[in-house]
Every structure is written in C-alpha cells, then in structure tokens.
C-alpha cells in the first residue's frame, strides 16, 4: 500500500524520453545501468530532465547524455 509519504521515483518522461525509446534501446546492456541510476530512481540528477524543466520536454538536445553537466 503507498504510503502518504512516498515518493515516485520514476522519470516522468521515461515512456516519451528520446533518450530512453531510441538510443538505449540500442545498447541494453548499458542502459539498464542508465535507467537504474537515473530514470527509476535519480532522475533528478539526470541532465536531460533538468533541461526539459526548464526549456520544455520538445527541446532538449539530442546528444544530451543523462550524466552531462547542466544547469
Ligand atoms: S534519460 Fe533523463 S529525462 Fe530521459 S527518462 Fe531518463 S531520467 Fe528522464
């Protein structure tokens, strides 16, 4: 039962995320590591997220890597 306190730990974009449908899909033994870290669990640490929260889903770059460094 979910606790009033929980929290989701999913990446909003996880079905939507470019990064996620297109170019993981491609390599799956390095991106169980990549939606491990970032996607199901910190995806507030993810560049491509914190990109999409502040210029929109639409316009994040392509070549964006989740471990990149963005502000
Ligand atoms: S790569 Fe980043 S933005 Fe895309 S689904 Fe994973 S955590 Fe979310």
Do not use: W
Request: aromatic share 18%; net charge neutral; glycine share 6%.
């Amino acid at each position: 039962m979910a606790g009033r306190y929980e929290q989701n730990t999913t990446c909003e974009f996880f079905v939507t995320c470019d990064f996620c449908v297109k170019i993981m899909a491609s390599v799956p033994q390095f991106s169980s590591k990549i939606q491990n870290k970032y996607c199901l669990a910190g995806f507030a640490d993810c560049a491509r997220y914190a990109y999409a929260k502040q210029h929109g889903f639409g316009s994040i770059p392509e070549d964006l890597f989740p471990s990149a460094f963005y502000l």
